[in-house]
């Protein structure tokens, strides 16, 4: 029979291994965004899959391939279902843009004195539209650069897809098999452990919901108030693509300002360009506000931080990550106090929780037991 390893050696062999993963883990830094996106796309999704377990009754894994393959068809579709009226629309908004160059144009042909100063502003469209047209339309130098941005984007694509799929399908056989390599007396605690940063993640979730629904009334008043055509729709869009960091707040304020110039107030007596101004700085006030205070306030319950930590921590994320930064950082930042209260519990040789908490297993299992309409809201992978 063979000697173990003694205890140095040991410790080398753990040495090399840790730097050996981190090294890894480097190499392939790339892939962790697709991977996190991928897991945001379960986790959103996962309420769906819940409901369906527990009011319909049937296997975790059949509920998350209906609900996956719905949502992946209804996405596949939406693009053929909006895109001739996006062109419909974009193509009235080009005809209004050219007119009103047009006419710019013809005011602009007039030379303008300002004090001892003539300037000459006749040639300015022409150049702006000169400058567009060669925007637009890529150089053929770059045609492979282009189809070596899309193909590489198609890839991770496919990756989020995959990823997610299985994340959904079969999240707790993974969990399982994570826990398995604990020592056999920590794994209760593990499960536990997990049980309490699920629910800080369903509460972040919660957070999220009563955010969107807080904002789509805010937008849908003040826009009623101004009298902008279909305040009620734009300002519910608005509320919806708050769950979209940085792109969905500036894809709200540009559908907002434009409806607004084209349409104009339906009772105000300004023109449609001030009216646009007033669209776009009503937006501007309620995101502010938003951004400032509701919104850490709202995700700050929601995980128990407090709200200004909340606010530091999304707007550093935007600064250094962005989107996907934005997503994470509040429960990223709640399920590290979690785990890290638990890890300074055990290196002071405390016990791992604190005996007067209701163990979130044990406590779940009564309360879901009680109200199956309650497990398929609280549960999730």
Known sequence: MKSPWDIPFRYI????????????????????????TAAMLAYFLSPAVNFLVYRWRIR????????????????????????????????????????????????????????????????????????????????PEEALRVLEFTSRNFLWLLVILVTGYYLMTDWERVRNWVIQWAPEDEQPNLNR??????????????????LILILAVLYSIAWVVIGLPGALVLGIL???????????PAGAAILATVVALLEGSNYLNISHVWFGALTLGLYLLLNTFKTVWLQPRVLGQS?????????????????????????IV?????????????????????PPFDEGEPRGGVMEQSMDNANPVSQSISEST
């Open 330 to 350: 509040v429960p990223l930042l709640a399920s590290a106090v979690v785990v890290g209260r638990y890890i300074r519990r055990r290196l002071l040789g405390l």
């Open 60 to 139: 975790r894994k059949l509920a998350a391939n209906i609900v996956y393959f719905v949502v992946l068809a209804a996405l596949v579709a939406l693009p053929f279902t909006l895109l001739p009226v996006l062109l419909s629309e974009i193509q009235g908004i080009m005809s209004d843009l050219n007119l009103a160059l047009e006419e710019l144009q013809v005011v602009l042909i007039e030379p303008r004195r300002i004090g001892n100063v003539t300037f000459f502003l006749g040639g300015l469209i022409p150049a702006l539209r000169d400058t567009l047209q060669s925007n637009i339309v890529p150089k």
């Open 303 to 327: 995980v128990l931080l407090h709200e200004a930590v909340v606010f530091v921590a999304i707007i550093t994320a935007i600064i250094l990550q962005g989107i996907l930064g934005v997503l």
């Open 13 to 36: 062999v753990l040495i090399f291994l840790i730097i050996l993963g981190l090294a890894t883990l480097w190499y392939i830094r790339e892939v962790f965004q697709p991977l996190l």
């Open 193 to 210: 452990l997990y049980h309490e940063l699920r629910k800080l993640w369903q509460g972040y979730l919660g957070g999220q919901i009563r």
């Open 238 to 248: 608005a509320g919806l693509l708050n769950l979209l960091p940085e792109v969905g």
